[in-house]
C-alpha cells in the first residue's frame, strides 16, 4: 500500500472541496461577505479548469517520450503569467490572482504543445467542468504530454500586487528614464477601479544612498506621468499622488523593520497641526519585475514630503519647513546628529544643503533660503556651542520636549543605531505662529533596528542610542526632561513598545508575505545577502528564523529599556 503523503492529502482534499462546492455546500466568501466569527478562514485556494475539454485525457506517464522543459506557455484565464524562475528541468510561471469577487476560478489553456494527451495538476486530471483546488501559497506541478514529447511546468500564485516596470534600458541613480508602469491591484473593487490590471506612463530611477550600491536589489522611485506632467493618481489604497517609492530593505533579513516601525511611530505620536498625521509612511507590500526580470518582495510607499508633513505650499499663511539629515559626515564637519558647525553657515556652496543636512521642502525659484535656514542653524548652535544658562533659556523656541522624549523612548526601544545622525526630519509648519514654531522629529528609514546593524550584523542588546542633543537634555534637564521621558514610557512600555505590541505589527505582515508564497519565491531569488560594507557582512534569508531573533531580542532590549529609563530618567 502506497503511503499517505502531503500530495495525496492535498489531491482528497481537493477532489472534496470541489465536491462541496458544487453541491453548495461551502460559502464562497467575496469582497462583502464575512465568514462567521465562530469560524475559522480555510486557507486560500485558486480553482483549476481546462479551457477547452480533453476528451480523451490520460494520466501523466514517465515514459519514452522525451522530456522537454519549454513545452509549452501557459494562460490562465486567456491571460500569460510572469516567468519568474528557469532551471535546467523546469520553468516556473506566476500568475497575480484577486479574491475581490470569491475565489478565483481560471481556465487553463496552453501555447506551444500540439495535440496535448494528458493535462495534470498536482497528479489530478483536469478537465473543462471539474476544477482541481491548489492551495495559494503552493506551488502546482503541471504535468503535460503529447504522443511524442512530457514535460513539468510549476504554476505559483500571489494575491500580493503585482508592479511592473518597463524601459529602453538601465535604470540609474537620480535620472528619471521614461518607463511604463503596470499595476495589478488584487483589491481593485475596495479601491473604486472597475479592473485589477491598470497601465501608467512614468519616469523611473534608483534611489537610495548605500542601498544604491546593492547590485541586484536596487530600491526605485518612480512618478506617473500624463501629458509630459507629473499626474496624482492613488495606487493600492495608499493616497493620492504622482511620486512613488520601491523600497526593498535588502539589508534587512526580515524585509519588514522600516515598515513595521513606522507602523509603530504613527501609533505614538501626531503632528500638532494636523492630528490625522504622524509624518510616517505608509506602504503596502507588493511583488516586483523590472521588464521581464523579477525582483521580489518590495513596499510601494508613500514619500515623506511635504503632504506626509501636513506643511503648507509657499506663499501662503505659513511659513513651512522640512530638514533631513543624510550622511554621517565626519566629526568635524557634521552638523548631523548636532556634532559639529563645520566651517561654513548653510547655503554657501549650495542653497539647499550644509554638510550632511539638507533642506527638502521648500525648494525652487523664489525661496528665500537664508530665511529657512537661519533658525535650524541657530538651533544647532545652541545645542552644539551653548552655554547651559543658553540651552535652558532657548531650547524649547526650536524644539518640543514632548516630541523628542518621544523619539528618544522610541529610537532606543527600537534600537534605530541609524537614527541619531542620519535619518532624522526635522518639520515645522511655521515660523512665527507660536503653536507651530518648534521643530518636530520624525524618524526615517529604519532598516538598521531591532538587533541588526546597517551591515545586517547583530547589535548588541545594551547599548544607548543618543546625540549631542539628547546628552545633553537628559543631563541638564530642562523643563523636567526626564520627567516627561519617564512619564510616557511607564505607559507606553505597555501598549505600543512593548515587544507584543511591535510583534503583533510583525506578525501581520507576515502572515500576508507567506500567504501568498512570497517569503518562498524571495528566499527563492535572494538566497544570501553580502553587504557593500565587507563580505563578512553576509547572511542565508531565512523570515522564520529572523522573526524568531526578533521577537527574543525585543522582550530582552525592552526589559533592559526599563533599568536605563530609571536610571537616566527615574525621580530619585
Not at 57 to 72: F, G
Not at 236 to 260: E, F, P, T
Request: charged fraction near 25%.
Amino acid at each position: 500500500m502506497r503511503p499517505f503523503t502531503r500530495s495525496s492529502a492535498y489531491r482528497l482534499l481537493s477532489l472534496l472541496l470541489c465536491a462541496c462546492l458544487a453541491a453548495g455546500l461551502l460559502p464562497v466568501y467575496g469582497e462583502e461577505a464575512e465568514p462567521p466569527e465562530d469560524t475559522v478562514p480555510a486557507e486560500k485556494q485558486v480553482l483549476l479548469y481546462l479551457a477547452e475539454p480533453l476528451p480523451d485525457n490520460q494520466p501523466y506517464a514517465m515514459d519514452h517520450r522525451k522530456y522537454v522543459r519549454d513545452i509549452a506557455v501557459p494562460l490562465l484565464s486567456g491571460e500569460r503569467g510572469h516567468l519568474i524562475r528557469k532551471t535546467t528541468q523546469v520553468a516556473t510561471w506566476l500568475f497575480p490572482v484577486s479574491y475581490a469577487q470569491g475565489t478565483p476560478a481560471l481556465r487553463l489553456s496552453l501555447e506551444g504543445i500540439r495535440q496535448p494527451t494528458s493535462i495534470s495538476v498536482n497528479g489530478v486530471l483536469l478537465s473543462a467542468d471539474q476544477p482541481v483546488a491548489v492551495p495559494l501559497k503552493e506551488v502546482a506541478e503541471l504535468r503535460v504530454a503529447n504522443e511524442q514529447q512530457r514535460g513539468m511546468i510549476r504554476l505559483t500564485f500571489t494575491n500580493l500586487p503585482v508592479i511592473q516596470i518597463k524601459n529602453d534600458g538601465n535604470i540609474y541613480k537620480d535620472v528619471d528614464d521614461p518607463c511604463t508602469v503596470t499595476v495589478f491591484d488584487p483589491d481593485y473593487l475596495a479601491h473604486g477601479l472597475e479592473a485589477p490590471l491598470t497601465v501608467y506612463d512614468g519616469v523611473v530611477s534608483r534611489r537610495g544612498g548605500s542601498s544604491a550600491r546593492f547590485a541586484d536589489k536596487h530600491p526605485y522611485n518612480f512618478s506617473l506621468m500624463k501629458d509630459g506632467q507629473k499626474w496624482d493618481q492613488p495606487l493600492l489604497g495608499l493616497r493620492k499622488d504622482s511620486d512613488w517609492l520601491l523600497d526593498s530593505a535588502y539589508i534587512d533579513r526580515s524585509r519588514m523593520r522600516n515598515r513595521v516601525l513606522m507602523d509603530v511611530w504613527h501609533e505614538i505620536y501626531r503632528l500638532p497641526w494636523d492630528q490625522t498625521l504622524s509624518g510616517a509612511t505608509r506602504g503596502v507590500y507588493v511583488e516586483l519585475f523590472v521588464g521581464t526580470h523579477y525582483r521580489g518582495l518590495y513596499v510601494l510607499g508613500e514619500k515623506q514630503d511635504r503632504r506626509q508633513l501636513g506643511l503648507a505650499k509657499p506663499g501662503g499663511k505659513w511659513n513651512s519647513s522640512f530638514f533631513r539629515t543624510g550622511e554621517t559626515g565626519s566629526n568635524s564637519a557634521s552638523p548631523a546628529g548636532f556634532v559639529s558647525l563645520g566651517k561654513y553657515r548653510p547655503g554657501k556652496e549650495d542653497p539647499q544643503k550644509w554638510y550632511n543636512i539638507e533642506l527638502r521642502y521648500p525648494k525652487g525659484s523664489g525661496v528665500d533660503y537664508a530665511a529657512h535656514w537661519n533658525d535650524f542653524y541657530e538651533f544647532t548652535r545652541l545645542v552644539v556651542q551653548g552655554t547651559p544658562e543658553e540651552f535652558a533659556a532657548e531650547i524649547t523656541r526650536y524644539a518640543d520636549l514632548e516630541n523628542l522624549a518621544l523619539y528618544w523612548l522610541f529610537a532606543n526601544a527600537a534600537d534605530m543605531t541609524d537614527n541619531m545622525r542620519k535619518n532624522m526630519s526635522f518639520a515645522r509648519l511655521d515660523d512665527q505662529d507660536p503653536r507651530f514654531n518648534r521643530y518636530q522629529l520624525i524618524p526615517w528609514d529604519m532598516d538598521a533596528s531591532l538587533g541588526r546593524l546597517y551591515s545586517s550584523r547583530r547589535s548588541k542588546d545594551r547599548q544607548l542610542i543618543s546625540n549631542r542633543l539628547f546628552d545633553r537634555l537628559l543631563a541638564e534637564n530642562p523643563q523636567d526632561f526626564r520627567g516627561t521621558a519617564y512619564t510616557l514610557w511607564q505607559k507606553l512600555r505597555e501598549g505600543p513598545l512593548s515587544a507584543d505590541g511591535i510583534m503583533k505589527h510583525f506578525e501581520n505582515y507576515f502572515s500576508i508575505i507567506s500567504e501568498s508564497g512570497a517569503d518562498r519565491r524571495e528566499m527563492e531569488k535572494f538566497p544570501t545577502f553580502t553587504s557593500y560594507v565587507t563580505a563578512q557582512n553576509s547572511y542565508k534569508l531565512n523570515f522564520e528564523a529572523e522573526l524568531k531573533y526578533i521577537r527574543e531580542y525585543t522582550e530582552r532590549r525592552i526589559a533592559w529599556m526599563d533599568g536605563m529609563v530609571e536610571e537616566q530618567c527615574g525621580r530619585q
